[in-house]
């Protein structure tokens, strides 16, 4: 079952900004305009959370100049459900989110943080067993490294060549490294201590060289 940011719905929303400017008569008290004028935004920002198709709502407004917000202050209205209040009215909420929205928001940002982590755990692991691509850029291109990482098919035919017919000088099994030794399970003198890391979503190689534990320091 694909998780909620995978749906289309999500995967293709849009943000719309729309720039309204209206006036507002004023009145015999000072400060009648700017309440007209909040509820007005007020109404605007209700009307866009009711709307089918709508998932999200913020507004802006304050005084302008010409088209232009001087100082814009967020809109507070009645179907807003998300964000702060104010201290004053706790309740008067500036943000609309669909519930729906909101899960799909909550699941990229557990898929996100799940992909630097496996991304920071795999260049750790590239890294102590000498890969060459273990800093590897977004503007790189991957290099030639014959590490396990890098080239799990190599290490396992070599692990099942010995297997099959023992020790052999033309296919040693390697280190994790890539450098041949003399039987599996060896290191070279440069990773001793290093142990193969396998993790979801490896190469099927690498999963049955975890697998058959040959890579981890006996």
Known sequence: MSEPHESDAFRNA???????TYTVAGGTRAGTAQ?????????????????????AVTASAGPSRRGELIAGQPVRFAAANSGPGTVT???????????DHERALRSLRAANLAFNERRQTDRNRRQAAGCRNARLSLLDGPASCACVYCDPGTHLAALHSER???PSPFNATRCVCGTPVGLAAQRCATHTDVALVDLDGDAPELQALAAAQQYRQP
């Open 14 to 20: 849009d943000e719309f900004t729309v720039a309204v």
């Open 35 to 55: 309440r007209r004028a909040r509820k007005v935004a007020e109404r605007l920002a209700d009307t866009a959370a009711r709307t089918a198709g709508v998932v």
């Open 89 to 99: 009215e706790p309740h008067r909420l500036a943000g609309y989110l669909d519930p």
């Open 164 to 166: 099959e017919h023992g």
